[in-house]
């Protein structure tokens, strides 16, 4: 039902959006949910709900969101760690959903992942060694000494000792470990990572390491990010570009100062009036959403996000809208901005 | 004329692979050692557990006399500290005037393979299902999960007797009976900690980085899961063991007059009164080795997997 959408969009990517390494096309994860043992599926979760956005090369994108507005699913949608039920990924303008699954091995060395949970993300029965040589040895990395070295280079290019090569995870901290996983998505030299909330499950001493050092890495290695995360400082700290998703959803997008300067969508407004101010005789609006975020399987009819706007007016429980530019970059899907429509 | 091959990179990197692995495991072995010597009744266990290895072995070379040999003089004669016993026969000797001694001795070899066959076997079964089930779920795992729960609706021993009485009694076929439902235990085990690993984030990673499913299964699911089966399997020998000698000693296993513990204390059982020490020296045995069995489990499931005492 969705991929006819997907594929009249996939024609649109030869004729213009050029330099964008990654492409995001009417993504959908919907997930069954079954009930008993022999019922039908009658629901499901719409963890993506048609999200797109793309990434140019060399770029940081945050997409950020309260927790199960599906951003997490989306990253791993995108790697085909899980299958979509519809929609398109481009990378390097090719559909990875078309690839077979000896072609899809092949393009993974250039597109990783690192996990939000430094604890589970690594397998405890292996050494630092074993788990940097997993990628070496999938992709046939030449054996031997070569590999050795290969493999103490990225944990000094990480900030690991490499006479630690023979430890296990648990002998490591919280952020060294997250330095692990790091060291194990550059080891076939990607050109895209998506980082799922690399920091979130860090103290916040460590989170400016871990930050400074993906930074770093991104210069050095030419890297392409897409960065998962629900705090907001740390995403302006290091995103250039920022969509925020509201259930399954992106409902703004735009460059990182216009967003936090100039929020258009209400959601987004009120995302940022909940973040701490360092000064607190500043005086500004905040905004208190009323209620919980709605189950995915029941989305609300129209605007998703209405029944939590302090804003909405009539129309927004009787329409749907999808985004929309506003300005040079900036899109946002919201009925009070239509009138702000601009067309480039 | 063939060419020498060079070493190729690969295989260098394999040796240095299985060498790294190695003397991991021997860094692993040794603070196991150390957890082990500092729990006394897994050390007993493990230490009476190797003794009858070692008889199991040794078994045939050291028995004073044939196992199978009948001399009907003899017959029904006392351990040698009782009146009419002599150092000849140390434990008397049966009905057939057979060396209790070396019966005994001759019978760990029997409790012992059936213990390790029935065990190997159903871990072997049990492990591969389980992990095909566990990863692919859908109905593969409906499946098999269903005829694990119909195998373990039947109580062990109908069970066993049932098979034993259609297949016949012998070695291979109690073999086959006890790993029939032997495997459930181990595919149940396997099945539940695979569908927990697989959750994890690490197998993501894997994925991520290209790992086929079977790579994933078997070098990053698999040492995770694996104490839990060691334990397991000790814990479950020991019950096959008594399985073995129960079968034995309703004549539905190895039959007399085949050492087996559980077919002596049978014999004994019609001299109770007379030769008590028949039935009383096999059942020691029987005692002990799955005492030792047990007691080597359990600290195996303290030190290794403490987790499982759940499951009991």
């Not at chain 2, 195998?151 to 009485?165: C, E, H, Q």
Request: net charge neutral; charged share 20%.
């Amino acid at each position: 039902m969705i991929d006819s959408a997907a594929k009249d969009t996939g024609l649109g990517l030869q004729n213009g959006t050029g330099n964008s390494l990654l492409e995001v096309r009417d993504l959908y994860k919907y997930f069954p949910l079954k009930r008993g043992l022999f019922s039908r599926v009658s629901k499901h979760v719409k963890a993506v709900d048609g999200v797109s956005f793309s990434v140019k090369e060399g770029e940081t994108m945050g997409l950020v969101g309260e927790s199960g507005c599906g951003k997490t699913t989306a990253g791993r949608v995108i790697l085909r760690l899980l299958e979509p039920t519809g929609g398109a990924v481009y990378f390097r303008g090719q559909n990875v959903f078309d690839l077979s699954y000896e072609e899809m091995r092949k393009i993974r060395r250039d597109m990783q992942i690192v996990f939000q949970d430094p604890f589970s993300s690594l397998s405890p029965r292996m050494t630092v060694k074993d788990i940097i040589n997993e990628p070496l040895l999938v992709h046939n990395y030449p054996g031997g000494k070569a590999r050795k070295e290969k493999i103490k280079e990225l944990m000094e290019v990480v900030g690991l000792s490499p006479s630690h090569i023979s430890r296990y995870p648990h002998e490591f901290s919280g952020g060294q470990r997250q330095r692990i996983g790091v060291a194990r998505a550059l080891a076939l030299n990607p050109s895209l990572i998506i980082l799922d909330e690399p920091v979130s499950a860090l103290d916040v001493s460590i989170q400016s390491q871990i930050i400074n050092l993906l930074e770093k890495l991104q210069d050095e290695f030419a890297l392409t990010y897409v960065f998962i995360a629900h705090d907001l400082a740390v995403v302006r700290h290091i995103s250039d570009r920022v969509s925020v998703m509201y259930l399954g959803r992106i409902v703004e997008n735009a460059p990182v100062d216009l967003l936090f300067n100039e929020p258009r969508h209400p959601y987004t407004k009120a995302l940022l009036s909940a973040t701490p101010e360092p000064d607190p005789d500043l005086a500004r609006e905040r905004i208190f959403l009323p209620g919980d975020v709605p189950s995915p399987v029941d989305i609300p009819s129209g605007c998703r996000f209405h029944p939590r706007c302090p804003y909405r007016i009539e129309i927004c429980s009787e329409e749907d809208i999808t985004l929309f530019p506003v300005g040079r970059e900036h899109e946002v899907a919201c009925h009070l901005h239509v009138d702000d429509k601009v067309v480039l | 004329m063939s060419q020498i091959q060079p070493i190729s990179p690969d295989k260098m990197s394999k040796r240095d692979y299985y060498l790294t692995r190695l003397r991991l495991t021997g860094k692993n072995f040794k603070e196991f050692m150390g957890k082990m010597s500092r729990n006394p009744s897994g050390m007993f266990g493990l230490i009476i557990f190797l003794f009858f290895v070692f008889l199991a072995i040794a078994g045939p070379y050291i028995v004073p006399k044939d196992p199978m040999a009948i001399s009907l003089t003899d017959r029904l004669l006392p351990p040698f500290w009782m009146e009419g016993g002599s150092r000849e026969h140390l434990l008397g000797t049966d009905q057939l005037g057979m060396d209790l001694f070396s019966r005994i001795i001759a019978g760990t070899r029997i409790s012992l393979l059936i213990g390790v066959l029935t065990v190997s076997i159903s871990i072997v079964i049990g492990t591969v299902l389980g992990l095909l089930a566990g990863y692919y779920r859908g109905i593969l795992d409906t499946v098999l999960a269903r005829f694990a729960d119909l195998l373990l609706s039947f109580p062990w021993l109908i069970f066993a007797i049932f098979t034993m009485a259609v297949i016949g009694p012998g070695f291979y076929n109690l073999v086959f009976a006890l790993t029939f439902k032997g495997w459930v235990g181990f595919f149940r085990l396997v099945r539940g900690d695979v569908m927990a690993e697989k959750t994890k984030e690490y197998v993501d990673a894997a994925k991520a980085l290209g790992q086929s499913d079977l790579n994933i299964m078997a070098r990053e699911i698999m040492p995770n899961i694996l104490n839990s089966i060691i334990v397991l399997g000790t814990l479950r020998m020991g019950f096959m063991i008594i399985m073995e000698a129960s079968l034995s000693f309703l004549g539905l296993g190895i039959q007399y007059p085949e050492p087996a513990w559980g077919s002596i204390v049978n014999i004994g059982r019609d001299h109770m009164l007379s030769a008590w020490w028949i039935s009383t020296f096999a059942g020691v045995a029987i005692l002990v080795l799955v005492l030792a069995i047990n007691m080597l489990g359990e600290s195996l499931r303290d030190i290794l997997d403490p987790r499982l005492r759940r499951i009991e």
